[in-house]
């Protein structure tokens, strides 16, 4: 009995780590998105829409309202930079 619960601790321990990984992949991949536009010498992004429409922005909230996300933890940045563009209406980038 002792032997199965190690096994399934094990188990699950390797699970965490494995969403871990996945989450900081996830949070490093919508950083690096917006990390170019960020500063005095921050390039902007054109975004092409389905419809074919372009957006040229180097705010952090827009670029990423334009994104089509699945993860919960870049929809949670996205989310986070939504949130800070309401509240301080600056600094959008800086939060991701």
Known sequence: MAESFNTKQKANDEKGADV????ILAARAVADTVRTSLGPK???KMIQDPKGEV???ND??????QMKLSHPTAKMMAELSKAQDVE???GTTSVV
């Open 60 to 65: 952090g909230a827009t670029i990423l309202q």
């Open 55 to 57: 957006i040229i922005s």
């Open 20 to 23: 871990r990984a996945t989450n």
């Open 42 to 44: 921050g390039m902007d």
């Open 88 to 90: 301080a209406g600056d």
